[in-house]
């Protein structure tokens, strides 16, 4: 798949969807805490979508999945504390009923009244979600008469209301969340501008092995932080303690190393790091520099020199793409490394595009995620977009492309 050919896939814009009642998949799959919302970013992202199908008086049936409760029931998993959450954030009614398919559904469904909005019961209570099962995907279908997907955080996943279902409504879509995504995303690997600069941070470079493969030939330069970089440092030969590492996948690294030197990315690996005793003990640190031993210490986050190289090369940057944290940033005391790539990346005025839960976690602590130009809030979605893997969910809208 390429830029152009998600193109063809229809906007929410070119859609009749006036009284008419339209299934909108999301992804609800928020944190939940003592039965409320406890982070609301997910629901607040699809609010445009469904916002504007409320206006032109469209009968919205939401739908989205919560969890994992293995294709049965679970109270734990029940999105009517997302329905609650919703409710407050919209001027719509909002309703919520207790199943996903089924008679009392579809009734359900028929009696919307224009602009309202029926948020369905986990849709992973029913094992055939999971299982792509086109059964289930036309129960689902007989709840609307128009699709629009906006989940794209669960767009890589081959799942009936994301795949299967599509087959089912003659008239199909994106939704407003789903589109800036994919064209953000596109823009990365179709149509940087350079120079492009790659930030990734985490604890597994396996995680972001295939992203940085399909990046090589795009990016001018890449900056590698946090638990990750410590395989990338063992590979080149050098001490890394008691620091968090995968061995398996030393040789990968060492190949990737070698290729970026061949195609000529700057590969950045920190040349400092806050050293402690513990992952999650601050009493105990000490700086030291690359090539210096680690002794039995574990490096928890970059160290100031790192911070000022990366942050100089994210400032000459006129495509940034960040995930991924530098270091331990649960614990405030090891948290400055990514906390200055945050402000680094809000501050670049170019094209910014940040993706990852804790990434994004941090630009929200620091009042910078409206700084940035896109939030990624896809997730597994976003990598798997990044490293040029087909998306079941994209896929599925390709097959009822009507543009040009």
């Not at 679970?74 to 199943?99: K, Q, T, W």
């Not at 950045?268 to 003990?281: E, I, M, N």
Request: glycine residues 10%.
């Amino acid at each position: 798949m390429n830029a152009q050919d998600f193109s063809r896939i229809r906007s929410l814009r070119d859609l009749d969807v006036t009284s008419r009642r339209v299934f909108v998949r999301v992804d609800f799959n928020v944190p939940l805490q003592d039965g409320r919302v406890a982070d609301d970013t997910r629901i607040r992202a699809t609010l445009p979508t469904l916002t504007y199908l409320a206006e032109r008086g469209a009968r919205i049936v939401v739908a989205s999945h919560l969890g994992r409760p293995k294709g049965k029931p679970d109270p734990r998993y029940s999105l009517a504390p997302v329905a609650d959450h919703l409710r407050r954030l919209m001027d719509s009614p909002v309703a919520f009923i207790g199943d996903c398919v089924g008679p009392a559904v579809e009734q359900a469904s028929q009696a919307l009244a224009p602009g309202a909005v029926l948020v369905l019961e986990n849709l992973r209570f029913y094992p055939g979600e999971e299982k792509d099962d086109p059964d289930f995907a036309a129960q689902l279908a007989r709840l609307a008469d128009v699709y629009v997907n906006d989940a794209f955080g669960a767009a890589h996943r081959a799942h009936a209301s994301v795949h299967a279902v599509v087959d089912f409504f003659p008239v199909c879509g994106m939704g407003f969340l789903m589109e800036r995504e994919v064209q953000a995303l596109s823009r990365l690997v179709q149509s940087p501008e350079p120079p492009f600069v790659a930030v990734l941070g985490g604890a597994k470079i396996s995680d972001k092995l295939p992203v940085v493969r399909n990046l090589l030939g795009r990016v001018d330069a890449l900056l590698i932080g946090g638990a990750m970089s410590y395989t990338c440092l063992k590979a080149q030969g050098y001490d890394v303690g008691a620091s968090l590492y995968e061995p398996d996948q030393v040789e990968a690294v060492a190949d990737l190393i070698e290729q970026a030197r061949r195609r000529g990315v700057a590969l950045h690996l920190p040349v400092d790091h806050v050293l402690a005793r513990r992952p999650d003990d601050p009493t105990d640190v000490r700086t030291v520099r690359t090539g210096e031993a680690f002794g039995d210490w574990c490096g928890v986050d970059i160290g100031p020199e790192t911070v000022h190289r990366y942050g100089t090369e994210i400032a000459g940057a006129r495509t940034v793409f960040w995930n991924g944290p530098m270091g331990v940033y649960e614990v405030p005391a090891f948290a400055e490394g990514t906390r200055a790539i945050a402000r680094a990346v809000a501050a670049n005025p170019h094209f910014t595009v940040v993706g990852g839960g804790d990434s994004l976690a941090v630009l929200q602590r620091e009042g910078l995620l409206d700084r940035v130009t896109h939030a990624s809030t896809g997730g597994g979605a976003s990598l798997e977009f990044l490293a040029g893997l087909e998306l079941p969910g994209l896929t599925a809208l390709l097959r009822k492309a009507v543009r040009p």
